[in-house]
């Protein structure tokens, strides 16, 4: 249990209780914890880039030598503001960790200009116990070689959140005199994993886990990319070649003429996206050859395809489906599904480098190693077999005696029911946008039914809200900036159940409609829906 629940609990001790001594900043590397060493600790005045005067602490801890023989260690940084709330953020970091992002607790879901440091957390970040950057040998796999060796395989599953978060709350604790009064998670996508993973594994541990587009089931979620390479290469002799910005731009189209109405409001914004998916036929988009307008049969069919998700050849499911959504037609779907604008990537797309070395070196058993060049990385995904290969991501040997479903995904996630998090009170806050070609909406929605039907008080802790048109990230025609931390911290702090929250389209987001940037609309908890009630432009949750 958290201190603040330690104390509620138990009032006569905590007025009993003495003061503790505040060990200055400078001398914080004197009461680091057996086996943690403090590499810096300097106070560190505001910036216009960090507006908040705060102790920053760097250190190192589970120094080892891997089976493999390379040097391992868990990196972390925790920021100590001078003005302190008494509030304390693990932040969880996305991709394949390997490094230490600066702990400042921002992002979306807490809006630009007001981090959590800002707001007077303490907050502390890591590299997950591996540096990304310790194989350059390896060309573009080698941010994940770290997956051939087991203890860094679990570190990154879920040990290394484990380890670290007593190590910063000690740290914190020594600098203010007190331990925090409240204990909150934060991240988006392997971050948001981290959150899910976390509430199962640590139940006792946060008071509040905020996390977005949570990369909950990552191995199954991988066996995608291989999905969609064999898929694009169906239509098209390179992947960008397969879908052309005008192609997709037409399946985005066409969704906005089936679905824009369903929220009571036609402005370019598909706000009823779960509507939407019975309202929008894939298949009005065909027409012989294509045209400006429609696409060749073949092409949308490679669309279905890819949205129902891979599966072997009995027709077992192995991934979610996926919703039809407009940031099919974004940079960000197209960076992460079809062409990147990176040269040394050789243009290809996220998935087919970063993705086919993800699931060769961290998400099977036993694990297949990689050359790091693009061509290789793609050839790999072209050679997945579904029925040889996908079992492996719940495969286990004598040296991985833990499947990557096991170290990735939380703890019974087919049938959750979060029951230890809801005894200890925690609170847990789920954003996903419709549109992320990444980790599917649907996965995350499926995921939430079912904790539904195994707990029926589920809605007294757990929250899920999409967002409509958001991929993987700010971006789409989607209102895409909103304040779900807050809605966290008053869920947890004051009891204020969180309703619909406030969420504005970006002044700068180029892919909404002109016209409607700046607009503000709810971001409603599922399975709500905004809907527009009248000409002064106002919306509903129904």
């Known amino acids: 249990m958290t201190h603040c629940r330690i104390l509620a609990a138990l009032p006569f001790l905590a007025l009993a209780a003495p003061a503790l001594a505040q060990t200055p900043c400078s001398e914080l590397a004197s009461v680091a914890p057996e086996g943690v060493t403090v590499t810096e600790a300097a106070e560190t005045r505001a910036t216009d880039e960090i507006p908040v005067d705060h102790c920053l602490v760097r250190g190192t801890m589970s120094e080892r030598t891997g089976e493999d023989g390379r040097p391992y260690a868990l990196n972390f940084e925790l920021r100590l503001p001078a003005e302190w709330t008494g509030r304390f953020m693990h932040q969880f970091n996305g991709g394949n960790d390997g490094e230490v992002v600066p702990a400042l607790g921002q992002g979306v879901g807490v809006p630009n200009g007001d981090s959590a440091l800002q707001r007077g957390f303490a907050v502390v970040s890591s590299d997950a116990g591996h540096d990304g950057e310790a194989n350059p040998g390896a060309g573009l796999a080698g941010s994940n070689v770290f997956g051939l060796e087991f203890e860094a395989r679990r570190m990154y599953g879920y040990g290394a959140v484990a380890a670290l978060h007593p190590v910063a709350l000690d740290l914190t604790e020594a600098h203010y005199g007190r331990a925090p009064d409240f204990v909150y998670g934060y991240g988006r996508s392997n971050g948001g994993r981290h959150g899910m993973v976390a509430a199962r594994r640590m139940p006792e541990v946060f008071d509040g886990i905020l996390a977005g587009y949570p990369g909950f089931n990552l191995p199954r979620a991988a066996l995608q990319h291989a999905w969609d390479v064999q898929t694009f290469l169906s239509v098209g002799d390179t992947l960008p070649e397969a879908f052309s910005r005008e192609d997709l731009q037409i399946v985005a189209d066409g969704i906005v003429a089936a679905c824009d109405?369903?929220?009571?409001?036609?402005?370019?914004?598909?706000?009823?996206?779960?509507?939407?998916?019975?309202?929008?036929?894939?298949?009005?988009?065909?027409?012989?050859?294509?045209?400006?307008?429609?696409?060749?049969?073949?092409?949308?069919?490679?669309?279905?395809?890819?949205?129902?998700?891979?599966?072997?050849?009995?027709g077992e499911q192995l991934y979610s489906d996926w919703p039809w959504d407009t940031?099919?037609?974004?940079?960000?779907?197209?960076?992460?599904?079809?062409?990147?604008?990176?040269?040394?990537?050789?243009?290809?797309?996220?998935?087919?480098?970063?993705?086919?070395?993800?699931?060769?070196?961290?998400?099977?058993?036993?694990?297949?190693?990689?050359?790091?060049?693009?061509?290789?990385?793609?050839?790999?995904?072209?050679?997945?077999?579904?029925?040889?290969?996908?079992?492996?991501?719940?495969?286990?040997?004598?040296?991985?005696?833990?499947?990557?479903?096991?170290?990735?995904?939380?703890?019974?996630?087919?049938?959750?029911?979060?029951?230890?998090?809801?005894?200890?009170?925690?609170?847990?806050?789920?954003?996903?946008?419709?549109?992320?070609?990444?980790?599917?909406?649907?996965?995350?929605?499926?995921?939430?039914?079912?904790?539904?039907?195994?707990?029926?008080?589920?809605?007294?802790?757990?929250?899920?809200?999409?967002?409509?048109?958001?991929?993987?990230?700010?971006?789409?025609?989607?209102?895409?900036?909103?304040?779900?931390?807050?809605?966290?911290?008053?869920?947890?702090?004051?009891?204020?159940?969180?309703?619909?929250?406030?969420?504005?389209?970006?002044?700068?987001?180029?892919?909404?409609?002109?016209?409607?940037?700046?607009?503000?609309?709810?971001?409603?908890?599922?399975?709500?829906?905004?809907?527009?009630?009248?000409?002064?432009?106002?919306?509903?949750?129904?």
């Open 261 to 314: 109405a369903l929220d009571g409001l036609e402005d370019g914004l598909v706000s009823a996206a779960i509507e939407c998916q019975s309202a929008f036929n894939p298949e009005t988009l065909i027409c012989d050859g294509g045209t400006e307008t429609c696409l060749p049969q073949e092409k949308v069919a490679a669309l279905q395809r890819i949205h129902a998700g891979p599966t072997n050849s009995a």
């Open 327 to 542: 940031g099919i037609a974004t940079e960000d779907w197209r960076f992460w599904k079809l062409e990147s604008q990176i040269p040394p990537w050789g243009n290809q797309p996220l998935i087919a480098v970063m993705g086919a070395g993800s699931l060769a070196q961290v998400f099977t058993t036993p694990p297949t190693t990689v050359e790091g060049d693009p061509e290789s990385l793609q050839q790999y995904l072209v050679e997945f077999d579904f029925d040889e290969d996908a079992p492996n991501i719940d495969a286990t040997t004598d040296a991985f005696p833990e499947s990557a479903m096991e170290l990735m995904t939380p703890p019974d996630a087919d049938e959750p029911e979060l029951t230890e998090f809801q005894d200890a009170g925690g609170k847990l806050i789920i954003f996903h946008g419709t549109s992320d070609p990444v980790f599917s909406f649907n996965d995350t929605v499926d995921w939430f039914e079912a904790l539904q039907e195994n707990n029926p008080d589920a809605g007294g802790f757990v929250r899920l809200y999409p967002v409509p048109g958001m991929p993987h990230g700010q971006g789409g025609a989607s209102a895409d900036e909103f304040d779900l931390l807050s809605a966290l911290t008053d869920w947890v702090e004051a009891g204020e159940v969180p309703g619909h929250v406030t969420a504005a389209v970006r002044a700068d987001n180029e892919a909404a409609p002109e016209e409607i940037r700046g607009s503000v609309r709810p971001l409603c908890p599922y399975p709500a829906e905004p809907h527009h009630e009248n000409a002064e432009g106002s919306f509903t949750c129904e």
